[in-house]
Antibody
Framework: QVQLVQSGAEVKKPGASVKVSCKAS????????VHWVRQAPGQGLEWMGV????????TYAQKFQGRVTMTRDTSTSTVYMELSSLRSEDTAVYYC????????WGQGTLVTVSS | ENVLTQSPGTLSLSPGERATLSCRAS???????LAWYQQKPGQAPRLLIY???SRATGIPDRFSGSGSGTDFTLTISRLEPEDFAVYYC?????????FGQGTKLEIK
């Protein structure tokens, strides 16, 4: 079955970058897009962007343009989301989501930005 | 971007009652690419409905979705104790794939 397993929690200082990984299994990695969604504490869901693992093309939400980079490693069936110039408002749980129907979701990675 | 507005913000009902949740889009959602999710505290969202009215795998038939264009509804026919959670709608017809702000379904 499709499974997405994310890397562990991170604590970063303002201005730093964070790179979250999402390892896929149970399907042909290059056949389905992978999305990234985040959720700040007590808040709703926010779509950040999507990557096509086949060719590596990406589409980002305008809000994150210039700060987010999504990449993939086909040899390990892993996608990455890197967010730079972190600020306190970026404290959130970051999820990767299987693009073949927005289900399943990874377990989430808590990124805390604090000085 | 297509802004989704969910109502009500909070819905207080008792087990066994019927729940009706609304999601209104600022622009028509192409091809009814509208999904509903359930989220419980500390958990990732769970897909309930896709394509506005198709139940995802393993979702009980007390959950149903309807609507088209800009107005969509999630109905839970008879609430079970495990249904009390936060519900989100999402449109995936045009980028950015926006979410509604959520409806909290709480026990009355």
């Amino acid at each position: 079955q499709v499974q997405l397993v994310q890397s562990g929690a991170e604590v970063k200082k303002p201005g730093a970058s964070v790179k979250v990984s999402c390892k896929a299994s149970g399907y042909n990695f290059t056949m389905y897009y992978v999305h990234w969604v985040r959720q700040a504490p007590g808040q709703g869901l926010e779509w950040m962007g999507v990557i096509n693992p086949a060719g590596g093309s990406t589409t980002y939400a305008q809000k994150f343009q210039g700060r987010v980079t999504m990449t993939r490693d086909t040899s390990t069936s892993t996608v990455y989301m890197e967010l730079s110039s972190l600020r306190s408002e970026d404290t959130a749980v970051y999820y990767c989501v299987f693009g073949g129907g927005f289900d399943p979701w990874g377990q989430g990675t808590l990124v805390t930005v604090s000085s | 971007e297509n802004v989704l507005t969910q109502s009500p913000g909070t819905l207080s009902l008792s087990p066994g009652e019927r729940a009706t949740l609304s999601c209104r889009a600022s622009q028509s959602v192409s091809s009814s690419y509208l999904a509903w999710y359930q989220q419980k505290p500390g958990q990732a969202p769970r897909l309930l409905i896709y394509g506005a009215s198709s139940r995802a795998t393993g979702i009980p038939d007390r959950f149903s979705g309807s609507g088209s264009g800009t107005d969509f509804t999630l109905t839970i026919s008879r609430l079970e104790p495990e249904d009390f959670a936060v519900y989100y709608c999402q449109q995936y017809g045009s980028s950015p794939y926006t979410f509604g702000q959520g409806t909290k379904l709480e026990i009355k």
